[in-house]
C-alpha cells in the first residue's frame, strides 16, 4: 500500500472527546464505536484509513486484512501488545503510539503501590470497614534508607526512580539500552542483574513484554533475592511469572506484591489475587484523567500531521517512513526508490546481495533509511503488491534480496557537498550512482558509464543502451514520439564504455511499444519513477 490520503478514522476504544475533536479539526471524518465485537469491527474496519484503539481492541492479522483501506493503527497509549505488529508490516500499515502520554500515571501508581506494600494501606482500610480496628496487624516499614530495584529505566522507570528517592530510597537499577551514564544523571547505580537479586528490598519492573523480559522474575531469581523483598508490576503481566510468585508468597520469600497488570486479564485463577499480601488493581496504570485526554490528544495530533503531511512520531514500525516526512530527505528517498528500480531494471532480477553506499557526512545517517527505500524500489512491480517503506525490508528479506549498508565520509567532487548514493548488485557489473540537485534525484553513473550531465529521475523515463556507432536510435525514438503525440521532455546520455553508451530519455506519457526501437539498441526498459 502505498501512503495515500487519509480520510475517514475508526475510533473503537473509549477515548477523552478531544481526540475526535482534533481530528475532525483536521479535516478527517471520525467514527467513533468503542465496544465493537470482532465480527462488527471486521465490517467496521474494511473503509477506514486510520484506526485509534487503547487496549481493548484486539488488532489482529485478520482484522488487519479486512482492513483493504488502512495506513496506520494509532494506540493511545505505550505498549502495543494488543496489535499483531507483525502482520500490520507485512501489511504496509504503519503503527503509532504515545510513549509518554501515560508515563507520569504509571509511574505515580507505581509509587503508591510502593506505600500501600510498605505501610499494608489497603487491607488496614479494607479492616476498617468491616468494623475492626487491628493496630498490631498492620505493622509496617519506613521507605527510608531501603533499596529499590528499578528494572527497565526508560520514561516510567526513571519517574518512579526520582520520586522514590525523596523518601530516601537507595534506587539500584538495570537496562539493557540506557547507559550507566546516563542512569546515574537521575540517581540510579546500575548493576547486573545477579547483583540487584540480593540488594533490593522493594522491585519494580518497568519493561516491555518480550521474549527476553518474560518471566524476569521466576523461581530462580525469587531464590536469590532478599527474604520478604516486596515485588511491584504496574508494567505487563507476565513479566513476572505468577505461579512462581504465589509460591514465593506462600513461602515468605516474597514478603508482598502489588499488581496492576496479569497474564490473563481479567485473572481467571484468582488464587494470586486473593492473597492476603497481595495489592491487585484492574490495570489503572493510565487510568487517570490527565493520562487519557494526554494520550487522545497525543494520538489524534499525531494522526492529523501524518495526514497532512507534516511528520510522524511516535513511530513504532517504519522508521524509514518517518524521514520520510523532513523535506531535506524526501529527494533522497526518492532518489534511493529510484536507483533500487534501474538497479532491478538492468540486472533484471530483484534477488541477491544488494549493497547500498552513501558517500559523503551528509548522508552519514541516511543508510537506515535509504536502505528500505531501495529494497522498495528493487521490489516495485514485482510479485508483492503493496511494497512500501514500512514493509520492503520484511518483504526483501523474504524474497531472498538481502539489503546491506556501508558509508564513507568522503565522496567524490562535484558532489562532495551534497553526498552521493551508490547501489550495486553483489557478484555483478550491475550499479547505479546518483545524488540529489536542488531538490531533484538525478542519475550520474549506471554500470561504470557516467553521464555527461546528471539525468533528472523522474516521471516517466526510457533508457537504452546502443553502440555508439549506432546512430539511429534517437532519431527512431523521436519518430516514434511523434507517432503517438509524446514530449521528448529531458535526454541525457553516459560516457562511451565498451564501445557502448546508455541514454536516459524523460517523456511526457510512457510509450506503449518499444517495438520499433528495439532492434537498433543492446537493452531497454521503460520507468515510472
Not at 380 to 391: P, S
Request: with cysteine; aromatic share 4%; proline share 5%.
Amino acid at each position: 500500500m502505498a501512503l495515500g490520503k487519509l480520510q475517514k478514522v475508526l475510533i473503537s476504544d473509549s477515548l477523552d472527546p478531544c481526540c475526535r475533536e482534533i481530528l475532525q479539526a483536521g479535516g478527517l471524518r471520525v467514527q467513533e464505536k468503542p465496544g465493537l465485537s470482532k465480527e462488527e469491527l471486521l465490517r467496521e474496519i474494511r473503509d477506514c484509513d486510520g484506526l485509534i484503539v487503547r487496549s481493548a481492541t484486539k488488532v489482529t492479522a485478520d482484522v488487519l486484512e479486512a482492513a483493504e483501506r488502512l495506513q496506520v493503527v494509532g494506540r493511545a497509549g505505550t505498549g502495543v501488545d494488543n496489535v499483531d505488529v507483525e502482520a500490520a508490516t507485512r501489511k504496509g500499515v504503519l503503527v503509532m503510539n504515545t510513549p509518554t502520554g501515560n508515563s507520569l500515571s504509571a509511574a505515580e501508581l507505581t509509587c503508591g503501590m510502593i506505600l500501600s506494600l510498605a505501610r499494608q494501606i489497603p487491607q488496614a482500610a479494607a479492616s476498617m470497614k468491616e468494623g475492626k480496628w487491628d493496630r498490631k496487624k498492620y505493622m509496617g516499614m519506613e521507605l527510608n534508607g531501603k533499596t529499590l530495584g528499578v528494572l527497565g529505566l526508560g520514561r516510567i522507570g526513571r519517574e518512579v526512580a526520582t520520586r522514590m528517592q525523596a523518601f530516601g530510597m537507595k534506587t539500584i537499577g538495570y537496562d539493557p539500552i540506557i547507559t550507566p551514564e546516563v542512569s546515574a544523571t537521575f540517581g540510579v547505580e546500575q548493576l547486573p542483574l545477579e547483583q540487584i537479586w540480593p540488594r533490593c528490598d522493594f522491585i519494580t519492573v518497568h519493561t516491555p513484554l518480550l521474549p527476553s523480559t518474560t518471566g524476569l522474575l521466576n523461581d530462580s531469581t525469587f531464590a536469590k533475592c532478599r527474604r520478604g523483598v516486596q515485588v511491584v508490576n504496574c508494567a505487563r503481566g507476565g513479566i513476572v511469572d505468577e505461579g512462581a510468585l504465589l509460591r514465593a508468597l506462600q513461602s515468605g520469600q516474597c514478603g508482598g506484591a502489588a499488581l496492576d497488570v496479569f497474564t490473563q486479564e481479567p485473572p481467571k485463577d484468582r488464587e494470586l489475587v486473593n492473597h492476603p499480601n497481595v495489592i491487585s488493581c484492574p490495570h489503572l496504570g493510565a487510568s487517570t484523567r490527565e493520562a487519557q485526554s494526554r494520550c487522545g490528544k497525543e494520538i489524534a495530533m499525531q494522526i492529523v500531521d501524518m495526514a497532512t503531511g507534516k511528520g510522524l512520531a511516535g513511530v513504532v514500525n517504519g522508521q524509514a517512513l518517518s524521514k520520510a516526512f523532513a523535506p531535506q530527505t524526501k529527494p533522497w528517498i526518492a532518489l534511493a526508490r529510484a536507483l533500487g528500480t534501474v538497479l532491478r531494471m538492468v540486472g533484471k532480477k530483484a534477488q541477491g546481495s544488494v549493497q547500498v553506499c552513501t558517500l559523503g557526512t551528509p548522508l552519514q545517517e541516511a543508510g537506515s533509511y535509504l536502505a528500505p527505500a531501495v529494497a522498495a524500489g528493487m521490489l516495485a512491480g514485482g510479485a508483492q503488491k503493496e511494497v512500501t517503506l514500512v514493509n520492503a525490508q520484511l518483504l526483501a528479506q523474504e524474497a531472498g534480496l538481502k539489503v546491506t549498508t556501508t558509508h564513507s565520509d568522503v565522496a567524490p567532487e562535484p558532489d562532495g557537498g551534497t553526498g552521493l548514493l551508490q547501489v550495486a548488485l553483489q557478484g555483478t557489473p550491475y550499479r547505479a550512482t546518483g545524488t540529489v540537485q536542488g531538490s531533484a534525484p538525478v542519475l550520474r553513473e549506471l554500470n561504470g558509464a557516467t553521464f555527461k550531465q546528471p539525468a533528472p529521475l523522474a516521471g516517466p523515463v526510457l533508457i537504452y543502451r546502443a553502440k555508439a556507432s549506432e546512430p539511429s536510435a534517437l532519431p527512431t525514438l523521436a519518430g516514434m514520439l511523434g507517432k503517438v503525440g509524446v514530449q521528448l521532455q529531458s535526454y541525457h546520455s553516459s560516457a562511451i564504455v565498451a564501445g557502448e553508451q546508455w541514454s536516459l530519455v524523460g517523456l511526457s506519457a510512457p510509450l506503449s511499444d518499444l517495438g520499433e526501437l528495439k532492434p537498433r539498441v543492446t537493452e531497454v526498459f521503460q520507468l515510472h519513477l
